[in-house]
């Protein structure tokens, strides 16, 4: 399920030629290496390089974000990079770093309908990370139920 939907977010960017001509294919990774390699300070080698570890079967999902941090540092206005590297935060669960990467993407991205989906899935990891910040203080609270409070303390 948790795949599905970053998945589901990939698909909706078939609006953008970038990414609709990227594939996982491991041809398609090996060309894309040595063209990383061939000219490195190049951002748009290294962001399709990110994608086509993404779309990797199975994802290359830490390969994918070394590559699209690198891409996003080399060129922060880049949509497409700062996309592709909160789903795959997303992927890793990497909630507060998905969270920057989406904001990121609202802030420099271009497709209307990808932002309303972006708006969506913070929506959902704002949820996400409320339900983990109440897990985490029942459990606390269980930790502290048991220890005697000190003497001078009263109870309501």
């Known amino acids: 399920m948790q795949i599905f939907r970053w998945a589901a ?3 909706a960017l078939s609006v953008s030629a970038c990414a609709t001509a990227i594939s996982g294919s491991a041809d398609n990774v090996a060309r894309l ?24 079967t199975p994802p290359r999902l830490a390969d994918a974000r070394e590559a699209l ?3 996003a540092a080399m060129d922060p206005k880049d949509g497409v990079a700062a996309l ?3 789903l795959t935060y997303e992927a890793q ?6 969270k920057v990467a989406y904001e990121n993407y609202l802030a420099v991205g271009k497709t209307r309908r990808v932002k309303s989906q972006i708006q969506a899935r913070l929506a959902t990891i704002a949820r ?5 910040h109440a897990k985490n203080a029942i459990a606390n609270e269980r ?12 109870a309501v």
């Open 9 to 11: 977010l990939a698909g």
């Open 33 to 56: 290496e040595a063209a990383r390699s061939s000219n490195p300070n190049s951002q748009a080698p290294v962001r399709n390089l990110g994608i086509a570890y993404f779309k990797a």
């Open 69 to 71: 941090r690198q891409a």
């Open 84 to 86: 592709y590297l909160g």
């Open 93 to 98: 669960a990497d909630l507060p770093a998905a």
């Open 128 to 132: 996400r990370e409320n339900e983990q």
């Open 143 to 154: 930790t502290l139920s048991g220890t005697p409070g000190p003497r001078t303390t009263v």
